[in-house]
C-alpha cells in the first residue's frame, strides 16, 4: 500500500482480492481456534473488520504494531497472523488484565508478540518508537478517548493506518462515547475514514458482503455482524498557530 493511499472500499476490495489466499488460511485458522477455545474466548472483531484489519496489516508490512486493549485475544490473534504471513513485524499489546497471555498460541507469538499489563496512562513510557500501525480497542468512554487523542495520537507520525472498534453499533456514535471524540477529533482535521459497519455504512457493508462471496469468503468465523470499527490514517497534529 503506497504511503498515503485512501483507506477506502475502493482499497480494501482490490487487497480482498490480492491476499484471497492466504485470508481463507487464516479464516480457517481462526475458526478452528475460536473452536478449540471451548467458551474461553469471547471473540470482539466481527468477520469483516478483522479480514480488514488482517488485509491492511499485509499490505502495510509493519515493523512495529501497537494494539490497545486486548481483551481474550481474538483481534491479537489477527494481528498476529498478518505478521507472520508477512513474515516481519512485532506486536506491542497493552491492557490492565492478562487473559490474553494464556489464549494466544505460541506459535503466533514467540518471536513477534510483546505484551504490557497495566494502565496505558500511567505506561507510556512503555510505548514503542516508530509505530507503522495503531490498533485501538479499549475502555469505550469518551474521557479515555480524550485522553489518547491528547497524549498517545500525537507520538503516531501522520499517515499511520489506525484503526478504532466499537464506533457505529448504530447509524450514529453516541454523545460522550469514545465514538463521539474521535469522530470530533477526525472532523477537527478534515480527516475521512472508513467504516464497514451495517448500520452506519449499508451500502459498502452490502458490497464487501458480495465481494466475499464471490471469493468463496462468506461462511462466517463467527457470528458478530455489526462491524463498528472505523480505519483511517492519522492526520498531521495541529500545531499552537493551528
Known amino acids: 500500500m ?18 484471497r489466499d492466504p485470508l ?18 469471547t471473540p470482539q472483531l466481527d468477520d469483516i473488520e478483522a479480514e480488514i484489519t488482517y488485509l491492511l496489516l499485509r499490505e502495510t508490512r509493519p515493523e512495529t504494531v501497537m494494539e490497545l486493549g ?10 498476529l497472523s ?21 489464549n494466544v498460541p505460541e506459535e503466533l507469538s514467540l518471536g513477534r508478540w510483546e505484551f504490557h499489563k497495566g494502565d496505558i496512562r500511567e505506561n507510556l513510557a512503555s510505548v514503542p518508537d516508530s509505530i507503522e ?7 469505550h468512554n469518551g474521557r ?5 487523542l491528547a497524549e498517545l495520537f500525537p507520538m503516531i507520525a ?23 471524540a474521535v469522530l470530533s477529533w477526525l472532523r477537527g482535521r478534515d480527516t475521512e475514514f472508513f467504516t464497514p459497519s451495517r ?5 459498502p457493508h452490502t458490497a464487501l458482503l458480495e465481494l466475499r462471496e464471490e471469493l468463496g469468503l462468506d461462511k462466517p468465523v463467527h457470528t458478530g455482524r455489526n462491524n463498528p470499527m472505523i480505519y483511517f490514517r492519522m492526520p498531521r497534529q495541529r500545531g499552537p498557530l493551528d
Open 24 to 41: 481463507a488460511e487464516v479464516r480457517d485458522a481462526q475458526r478452528a481456534f475460536l473452536d478449540g477455545m471451548r467458551g474461553r474466548m
Open 144 to 148: 479515555f478517548a480524550k485522553w489518547y
Open 133 to 139: 500501525y495503531l490498533f485501538v480497542d479499549a475502555a
Open 82 to 102: 498478518a505478521l507472520r504471513d508477512n513474515g516481519k513485524g512485532t506486536l506491542h499489546s497493552f491492557d490492565i488484565v492478562d487473559n490474553v497471555v494464556a
Open 158 to 180: 501522520p499517515g499511520t493506518p489506525v484503526s478504532v472498534h466499537d464506533v457505529f453499533h448504530g447509524r450514529y456514535a453516541l454523545p460522550l462515547t469514545e465514538g463521539a
Open 70 to 79: 486486548t481483551f481474550h485475544g481474538w483481534s491479537t490473534t489477527w494481528i
Open 199 to 203: 448500520r452506519r455504512a449499508p451500502a
Open 2 to 19: 503506497v504511503a498515503g493511499t485512501e483507506i477506502d472500499l475502493r482499497l480494501i476490495g482490490s487487497l480482498y482480492r490480492e491476499y
